[in-house]
């Protein structure tokens, strides 16, 4: 974290490294969930059909969602053309498709 209590976009991507590696069959649904987000769904909305994502690690997933919402409008507000938005979910698919051994 970056001493305060609201967290970076590293701490959230060093985060989700850490529950894919926990639960990598679970993290391919909250992966799902971030997708839904990332394409403007409302976290509390997408929360509903993934309500079973409990990791022991690191952030619960409330605050992963809505923190990433406001992560992609915060993009969207820089880059208007989409390409901030895209490279940060570019980052989180690559976590996705990252092997855990």
């Known amino acids: 974290m970056n001493g305060k209590d ?3 976009h590293e701490d959230i ?8 590696k926990e639960n990598p069959k679970l993290y391919r649904r909250l992966h799902e969930a971030i997708t ?5 769904e409302d976290p509390s ?3 509903r059909d993934y309500s079973d994502l409990k990791f022991e690690s690191g952030f ?4 992963i969602l809505k923190v990433l919402k406001w992560f992609f409008i915060e993009q969207d507000i820089r880059d208007w053309n989409y390409s901030g938005r895209t490279m940060l979910k570019s980052h989180l698919d690559e976590i996705a498709s990252q ?3």
């Open 6 to 8: 609201n967290p970076t």
């Open 99 to 101: 092997n855990t051994y």
């Open 45 to 47: 909305e997408v929360l």
């Open 60 to 63: 619960n997933v409330e605050l």
């Open 36 to 40: 839904r987000v990332y394409n403007c």
């Open 13 to 20: 991507l060093e985060d989700l490294r850490k529950k894919k």
